[in-house]
């Protein structure tokens, strides 16, 4: 199989990591990843600390190795990060100026630190910062987007400034693609859109449908979704949008966030889950443009299996 830097740091068997989606990439998610040989990740989103040590303590044992947890700087609990870094592999952080005391922290937990960067410059800062890998974000990557520009370029440039192992995101959803960036230096790729369709996400079947339909030219790169985040680019689908735009009323409904419900009004940033209920369709919908590789629902494992094998015949019939 496919080695590089980052399955050796891990102890994965195939350089993938599966995004840490709020809300969609539960432990279930995070567990059938793992099982496959990838890196699984939770979303902590907003979660309480005690809900996410709950959560964090139902993994497999045999999969904890290869989970990390990702957290939303903004929304950071620090309570929250001393649990995960306790528990699973790797700690990751995302939409915030890297920080060495909370690289830090997660390392005096005994967990492995990683930062989410958009920019050349921030790429170096959280190198510096002591993080053990880092992913590099293009413009094409679906759900919030830190950068500006596209996934080549930023990676040329990220891998020229660092010397840890760098993934790539952003639009990555088949084994060409997966290919073309470990060709291009990548010592893995993070994928998203692809597991919101998986049969353990936790996505609404009707959101999975959406992408099911979706085309990339679908997806736009909006700040629609900020009730409750403000000055956050994201990129969903544009059919979502309109769907809010067209309702009479601020009340889109009502969904389960660590085990408390909260209602939603209009343009709040939470996806639509399983556990959602209301205007389903007016809820974002987030997305890169690799969407128009969804093709149907599928185990994650399946989803894995076809992008490591295939991404690694591809690699051997450019060195052939």
Known sequence: M???RFTRLIGCNVPIQQAGM??????????AVALAG?????????????????????????????????????FLDRESLEIAASRVR?????????????????????????WQVGSVEEARTAAGAGCDFLVAQGIEAGGHVRGRIGLLPLLDGVLDAVNVPVLAAG???????????????????????????????????????ALLRA????????????????????????GCIEAAQALTDDLVGQTVIAGATLPLTR?????????????????????????????????????VRELAEGAERLLRGVKD
């Open 2 to 4: 496919l080695t590089t």
């Open 38 to 74: 990838a890196l699984g990740m939770i979303g902590a989103g907003s979660a309480w600390a005690k809900v996410l040590g709950e959560e964090l303590d139902s993994l497999p044992r045999q999969t904890r190795s290869r989970i990390g947890v990702n957290f939303l700087v903004p």
């Open 171 to 209: 639009g990555i959803a088949t084994a060409r693609a997966m290919a073309a960036a470990l060709a291009a230096g990548a010592d893995g790729v993070r994928v998203g859109t692809r597991f919101v369709a998986a049969a353990e996400s936790a996505a609404h079947p009707a959101y999975q449908e």
């Open 22 to 31: 709020g809300g969609v990439a539960t432990a279930e998610l995070a567990s």
């Open 215 to 238: 085309e990339p030219e679908d997806t736009i790169l909006t700040e629609a979704y900020s009730a409750n985040w403000p000055n956050a680019p994201h990129r969903v689908l544009r």
């Open 90 to 114: 790797v700690v990751e952080f995302f939409f915030g100026e890297p920080d060495a005391d909370l690289v830090e922290r997660a390392h005096g937990a005994g967990a492995l630190a990683a």
């Open 267 to 303: 343009f709040m940033t939470p996806p639509p889950t399983r556990w959602s209920t209301g205007k389903i369709e007016a809820m974002p919908h987030y997305a890169g443009q690799s969407v128009g590789a969804v093709q149907k629902i599928q185990p994650a494992a399946d989803i």
